[in-house]
């Protein structure tokens, strides 16, 4: 076992943390975004990479798993591209909605725009994942607390198919950079009716555009150093044929920690490569982990899970929760109580009958003819006595018919 390092244990934990981060503000990202979307994914599956690779070949350079370290090594030169690829295509597509171009475009135009961004996210890495094997002079490195590492054969046409795509991304995201703050600095009445018009918040806008700046000024003199420190501290071997750089191709280069840190070259690109991936990983999560929709959902999510445990939010109980119902008053109860029952004329059945499918109760009423009739002065109309005629007046006023009281009615 190798004595510990002072990168031990603390890159297997940034590494390992580094993987988490850039997936949890995804939760509340949209993911019409599709840059940052992918600079999220790609940063945390880098991590993850070399968070395995630090724990499986601490202290060792064996060769335990072949194929891992094809994949791995593979996998490598995909992330080194994909986040100035991700970081271009955020600062591409704020460059078109400050200009307009977005808002104004038809559906198939964003579809397209849309695959635009698939193809130099994902095609552009994955495109130099297999040409690397046409520049690869064996199948990979090990180094020991490393642990799998491309290798790239140094001759000319490796300067185009590998080191060129970081600078070159990263420059052409510097011009779309500087095209979006000309914008800003220059049309900040236009820009605000623009967003506005897009319903997009101005301080959402500001922080992406920060943040597509912050790793471009990262990869871009990054990818310049590897190219410079390439070609000044090794030889260029001439070009000789497939056959000449594949020769001897399954190699396995196994370094042992003393010999490449003992070179500063090598220890100075693998150190930075490393770390350079942690560094990004933290700053997506200081860009989007910390916003207004983080806090939000950080509470969203504590309350929850507190709930769980039987604590609730200090100020919020269940009876505040509750809707307030208003007292009944006596015509409610009048009519519940009248919607509620059932009623029937018929006649033929007595006041307890039941339904014959129910069962429920009924109540009859009698029929209309059957209702006593009252007059104006609300004495009730008999058959015998017509109250209301002119006949019966004349007889009242002169005493022939007696007027009933009202206690015998």
């Given at each position: 076992m190798a004595p510990l390092h002072p990168t031990y244990p603390a890159f297997p934990i940034m590494a390992f943390l580094g993987f988490i981060a850039p997936l949890i503000p995804l939760a509340w990202i949209d993911f019409n975004n599709t840059g940052v979307v992918l600079y999220a994914i790609w940063a945390s599956l880098?991590?993850?990479?070399?968070?395995?690779n630090s724990i499986v070949w601490y202290g060792n350079a064996l060769n335990p798993a072949p194929i891992y370290c094809d994949i791995s090594s593979r996998f490598f030169i995909g992330y080194t591209v994909a986040l100035p690829a991700a970081s271009l295509c955020i600062i591409r597509r704020l460059y078109l909605v400050s200009s307009m171009k977005y808002f104004l475009a038809s559906t198939r135009q964003k579809n397209w725009a849309l695959i635009q961004d698939l193809?130099?996210?994902?095609g552009i890495p994955i495109v130099q994942m297999a040409l690397e094997y046409t520049m690869e002079g064996h199948r990979f490195n090990i180094y020991e607390d490393a642990g799998c590492w491309p290798d790239a054969y140094n001759t000319w046409p490796t300067y185009l198919?590998?080191?060129?795509?970081?600078?070159?991304?990263?420059?052409?995201g510097i011009v779309y950079g500087a095209l979006v703050l000309r914008i800003i600095f220059r049309k900040q009445r236009e820009l605000n009716e623009?967003?506005?018009?897009?319903?997009?918040?101005?301080?959402?806008y500001n922080r992406l555009v920060f943040f597509a700046?912050?790793?471009?000024?990262?990869?871009?003199?990054l990818g310049l150093t590897v190219v410079v420190l390439n070609l000044t501290r090794e030889t260029v071997e001439p070009y000789k044929g497939w056959a000449d750089t594949h020769y001897f191709y399954s190699r396995v280069d196994q370094v042992p920690a003393l010999l490449w840190r003992a070179d500063p070259r090598i220890a100075l690109t693998i150190e930075i490569s490393r770390w350079?991936?942690?560094?990004?990983?933290?700053?997506?999560?200081?860009?989007?982990?910390?916003?207004?929709?983080?806090?939000?959902?950080?509470?969203?999510?504590?309350w929850t899970l507190a709930g769980y445990v039987g604590i609730e939010r200090k100020g919020v109980t269940m009876a505040t929760l509750e809707p307030q119902r208003n007292r009944p008053t006596s015509t409610d109860v009048i009519e519940s109580d009248f919607h509620a029952t059932s009623f029937t004329q018929d006649s033929d059945n007595g006041p307890d009958s039941a339904h014959p499918n129910t069962g429920e109760s009924r109540i009859t009423f009698p029929a209309r003819n059957e209702i006593p009739e009252y007059d104006r002065e609300g004495y009730p109309k008999t058959d015998e006595v017509d109250m209301t005629s002119t006949a019966f007046s004349s007889d009242l006023e002169k005493g022939v018919v007696d007027r009933p009281?009202?206690?015998e009615i």
């Open positions: 880098a991590c993850l990479d070399r968070f395995i193809s130099i996210c994902l198919t590998t080191f060129s795509w970081p600078p070159i991304l990263g420059l052409i623009v967003l506005t018009r897009g319903s997009i918040p101005r301080h959402h700046c912050v790793p471009m000024c990262f990869t871009t003199p350079f991936l942690v560094l990004c990983s933290t700053v997506f999560f200081c860009f989007f982990g910390f916003s207004g929709e983080a806090i939000k959902a950080y509470k969203s999510t504590f009281s009202r206690a």
